[in-house]
């Protein structure tokens, strides 16, 4: 698990990098991204201690639920992109749309938290639910430090 975290910082900090990064990079990425999706699903349902049922009406939901994640995380990697392109000549106008980018982002995290919530309080007890969204929470906040390590503050 420790290395799946490792390897989400330097994702993020590649995304950081920006253009002078080459396809290989792109590359290895997206193989990171695979390896990390199912490094989180094998924790995701070892955390949640699902019976046979339960894992049956669930899986299908939750890979529903990580690809629009994934939607979102390559939406976060371009936000990115976008910092780190205009970093050292940021203007107002480019802060503005990162700002922007930033807070659809975050709209879009939590809509489909709700989203998700609703589909699987259909098929899981909600202490269950509840238990998923923490578990969510905590890879979540995890991953989240360590972009948070690799990506400096604008300049002002």
């Known amino acids: 698990m420790n290395k799946t975290f490792v390897a989400i910082a330097a994702l993020a900090a590649c995304a950081v990098a920006g253009p002078s990064v080459a396809q ?16 989180k699903r094998a924790i995701v349902l070892r955390g949640l201690q699902l019976s046979d049922s339960e894992s049956a009406a669930f899986i299908p939901i939750y890979d529903e639920y990580q690809a629009e994640q994934k939607k979102i995380a390559d939406r976060t ?25 930033w807070v659809d982002l975050e709209d879009s995290r939590v809509a489909l938290t709700k989203k998700y919530v609703k589909r699987l309080e259909k098929v899981l007890p909600a202490a269950k639910v509840l238990r998923f969204v923490q578990i969510e929470n905590k890879l979540d906040t995890v991953l989240r430090m360590q972009a948070v390590r690799a990506i400096p503050l604008a300049q002002p």
């Open 24 to 39: 290989s990079v792109n590359d290895e990425n997206q193989m990171l991204i695979s390896q990390i999706q199912t490094d």
């Open 77 to 101: 990697i371009a936000a990115l992109d976008k910092f780190a392109a205009n970093y050292d000549s940021m203007t107002d106008d480019a802060a503005r749309s990162i700002l922007k980018d």
